[in-house]
């Protein structure tokens, strides 16, 4: 007896509903399970005040500050490695440093001062 084509096409479609439907199902759980994790994020992010943009700046490597290549790597070997790092040096304590010239510096505080950066005060002793 031959098997019926018919009758194996249907038990085919029905199996092929049937993982239809437990993909859609777990499609629809991934669903809550991420908009969860969205609705999570957005309360610890606004629990957070925002970074200003000095402080973000702060957290960015010097290689945003478009410097030279002399001058970034100087830099890099001084182990300045984040605009946050230059900030804490005065332009005396930059110019002591064995690898920055005073061309270098002059760089560094015109491409601060274009993005409304400036190097730290010295303290002055009264």
């Known amino acids: 007896m031959k098997p019926d084509p ?11 509903r049937q993982q239809i439907q437990l993909r859609q199902s777990e499609l629809k759980e ?4 991420l908009a969860a994790a969205l609705a999570q994020q957005a309360i610890g992010q606004a629990a957070r005040p925002a970074l200003t ?14 410097l030279t290549l002399r001058t970034a790597s100087c830099l890099r070997t001084d182990n300045i490695l984040y605009v946050g790092d230059l900030l804490r ?9 064995s690898s ?3 061309v270098q510096v ?18 002055r002793l009264v």
């Open 6 to 16: 018919d009758k194996a096409l249907q038990t085919d479609i029905l199996a092929l």
């Open 30 to 33: 991934l669903e809550r399970s």
């Open 53 to 66: 943009n000095h402080e973000r700046l702060a957290i960015e490597p010097i290689e945003v500050l478009g």
């Open 89 to 97: 040096h005065t332009e005396q304590t930059l110019s002591r440093r």
């Open 100 to 102: 920055l010239g005073i």
């Open 106 to 123: 002059q760089e560094i505080i015109g491409v601060m001062a274009a993005r409304g950066l400036r190097l730290a005060e010295p303290h």
